[in-house]
């Protein structure tokens, strides 16, 4: 069995936002050598996601009204975690509606996609560094 | 290792519907002669799901209604991503409440299942053909 | 190919908890022996989630009240599946929040994990006996 491991970096300028790393993952995937196996991308933090859907522009600004409607930021006391001294209690639960994770099928070499799946980071709480985790096991 | 790939076909004749697909994952898994391992059951298209529930229709009319009432189908102006002459914004939403994908534990040649687990298919624009793909690795 | 099977059993007192079953996992993980690989955790019961969260008792809370807001457990008559006499239509729901599963990486007998990431058993239907899966594969 063979396993690979890569981490990816990011630091979004903006409190929210989506990137689309489908190419970065292919890229780790043609780094490990890997023709059949698993591909586990994920948010290394609680306040990102990682997911699968489609690259449209219209969809990514839909997603972010949606979330922010199903958890907004605001007001900062509407979420007990912010008495730590954070402000990001919302990014907490937009995390938990994307999800932290991908697990995508590797085939002779390939992730093995339909037509539109796209692989994203979702950032809800930017303006740092921050990371994902792509590992891959198989042979 | 082991590893074997199979695709499930789907022609739901509505916009949305749950199928339970269980019978056919166990299929592939026997197909696949692994006796440990993971299964991986996903979505290859953005507006449709692969979760695990229970197999009772009071529930499944419920998830009907409860997802119509977090991301609704109408008016279809509410999503900037039907402006690409789609009509399908709100199941790119439903799709992300209810999952891409599942991974399910292979022991000893089963599908490693607690009593009321099954795995479903769920449409949310329905009316052409669609698939699901199956991914076992182990030994 | 490795591969390492463990239930985690819960009854919590009340309808409702979270419970950090990271130590669980890591032990499971050491019992393995596996250095590199995938670890899956699953609730086996569909009123239950696994999810990976900060451990911070603000935001438990915050989860708790917001869950509650989005799949309410009264009315009881607010769900068909109730018809059939249980009263968890709600668990139902509140579990397709947060998720079935996580699937962690195992690097160097490690769990692959950023620096706030616990893993967290959510109970949305208690007072019972509750299996929890950990499925670990690789070498």
């Not at 790393?21 to 990682?50: K, R």
């Not at 994770?101 to 809800?124: Q, S």
């Amino acid at each position: 069995m063979k396993s690979h491991r890569k981490e990816l970096w990011f630091e979004l300028p903006g409190r929210r936002g989506f990137v689309n790393i489908t190419p970065d993952v292919e890229q780790a995937l043609a780094e490990s050598g890997i023709e059949e196996g698993l591909c586990l991308v994920n948010a290394m933090h609680i306040t990102a996601s990682v997911f699968i859907n489609d690259d449209e522009r219209g969809l990514l600004a839909d997603y972010e009204r949606w979330l922010e409607q199903l958890a907004p930021h605001e007001p900062l006391t509407r979420y007990d975690h912010n008495k730590t001294g954070e402000d990001n209690g919302d990014a907490h639960h937009k995390r938990q509606i994307m999800g932290r994770e991908v697990v995508v099928a590797v085939t002779a070499g390939r992730l093995d996609f339909g037509p539109w799946e796209r692989i994203f980071y979702g950032e809800f709480d930017g303006g740092r560094k921050k990371r994902v985790l792509v590992k891959l096991i198989g042979e």
